[in-house]
């Protein structure tokens, strides 16, 4: 682990400085080691924050985004097959409607004579052409496609 490997150079480095006389090195060489682990932590969470940065920008703008960010080419692919393996044989988008609905019910307006059509709780409505029903939204997105 990382740890270990710190606490092996720090031995490495004081017991170096012991053998050659130079112990008032070590101060030095402790000062040196903090920063480089500083400028480290430094690096990880730039990156870090540069791939929430573009994980946002993916599930704000689609994938328009250059494809030459390797990171996100990997992302967008890892995303585009998840979206295909649920939600049937085309898959669900779930990119879109990021905001939930102000309310759980839709009003449909019947452009075409449909018939009797059952819904989730097994109530059957009567869809004319011409006919206004409030129903849930799940039912409607059965219905448009």
């Known amino acids: 682990s990382t740890r270990s490997r710190v606490l092996l150079v720090r031995g490495v480095l ?3 400085a012991k053998t050659i006389g130079r112990a008032d090195l070590i101060p030095s060489i402790k000062l040196r080691h903090c920063c480089l682990l500083r400028n480290q932590r430094c690096i990880f ?12 920008l993916r599930w704000e703008y689609g994938s328009v985004l250059p494809a030459n960010v390797q990171w996100f ?10 979206m295909r393996s649920i939600g049937g044989e085309e898959g669900l988008d779930i990119t879109q409607d990021m905001k ?3 309310s ?9 004579d449909y018939g009797e059509f059952e819904i989730d709780d097994g109530t059957v409505i009567l869809l004319k052409k011409n006919s206004q029903v409030r129903t849930g939204s799940s039912v409607v997105f059965r219905l448009a496609y």
């Open 73 to 82: 080419g990997r992302y967008k692919k890892s995303l585009a097959s998840f």
């Open 100 to 102: 939930p609905p102000k």
């Open 14 to 16: 004081r017991n170096e």
């Open 104 to 112: 759980f019910y839709i009003q449909v307006k019947c452009l075409k």
């Open 45 to 56: 969470a730039y990156l870090y924050d540069r791939l929430l940065r573009i994980r946002a």
